[in-house]
């Protein structure tokens, strides 16, 4: 299949990789360029560890030719540059085509619907809860997989189009999707803003200096209680919505291949098997830029919705947005222009259900 992938970063790198190895023909595209310069030179893209390849992928000048012909159009961005990549791409999107978000954030999928409503076309949107890998990326060539995650959660706008999103993600990636019940469950199944907000808060200084340090390794008890308790918030606002997403310790045993026990014990696991990978040595990380705008914020919102307390999370936002000294709250392009303010959890719960249509994308 026909895949263009808009990201040329670590998960980019990953899924483009593991794309061709299945025998699928990826495109890569870089809305800066930049980190395809090499590659769009014949350079080949060179994936180790869970992945082991190597191939020259086909680049992409711009987003109209990055999703021409394409079957299926994958976005692998941060969250920071998603209404960005959809704007991009929804002019050129058409019918038969299907767009998977990986991994969803801040209610994008409803901002792409609304796009493509206004210009009258209707394509499947497949929201992942999480990214099919892990890793980082050492090179404009090179990328190291730490993991490929053995259960994704999915869900689609329209949700009417579960059959079709479930099929063709267990077409190019494997039979590793676990469908859920709506893009309100999957908007609550990412646990990479809570996780990354407990590493990073404990671990700032290290992230500021440019240490190199363990992130397994860190996540000690008083790290892994933390991280217990910000998903024990999570819970109780999927509860309040009626929808069932993946516990923490599900996640990291499903995800890192670990037996269930404490987080600081599956982690301190990780660590000693050699995959617990290496925390951010920089302040500039998408533990904290992508994550709390993106992550955070629209979970303190639902809980404000839903009146349920998430004390952590919104302390979490105001903590980071002191040490940093920005607003980022402020940040979050996406809420703003999906159209959620004035609803209430039921009318969010339809939106989130059917998406928009000509009639309502006004």
Known sequence: MRVGILGAGAIGFGMAAFLNDAGHRPTIWSPSGQRTRTLAGGAPLVATGAIETSFVPRVAADAAEAVADQDVVLLALPGNGHKMAMDAIAPHLQAGQIVVISSHASFGALYLSRLL??????????????????????????????????????????????????????????????????LLAIA????????????????LTRMERGEKWGQGENVTPAVGRLLEALDAERLAVAEAFGVQVRTIFEHFSLSFHVPMASVSAMNQEMHAAGRGGIGPDTLESRYVLEDVPFGLVPTARLASLAGVPARLHESGIAIFGAAYGRDFAGENDLLPAVGLDGLGPEDLKRLATAGYTPDTAV
């Open 188 to 203: 609550l199944s990412n646990l990479n803003p809570q996780n990354h907000m407990g590493i990073a808060l404990c671990n």
């Open 117 to 182: 409503a206004r210009r009258g076309v209707s394509v499947p949107i497949v929201a992942w809860g999480t990214t099919l890998t892990t890793g980082r990326q050492t090179s404009d060539t090179q990328v190291n997989v730490n993991t490929v995650r053995q259960r994704i959660d999915l869900a689609t706008v329209p949700a009417a189009s579960i059959d079709a999103g479930h099929a063709i993600c267990t077409e190019l990636f494997g039979d590793r999707f676990v469908r859920r019940d709506g």
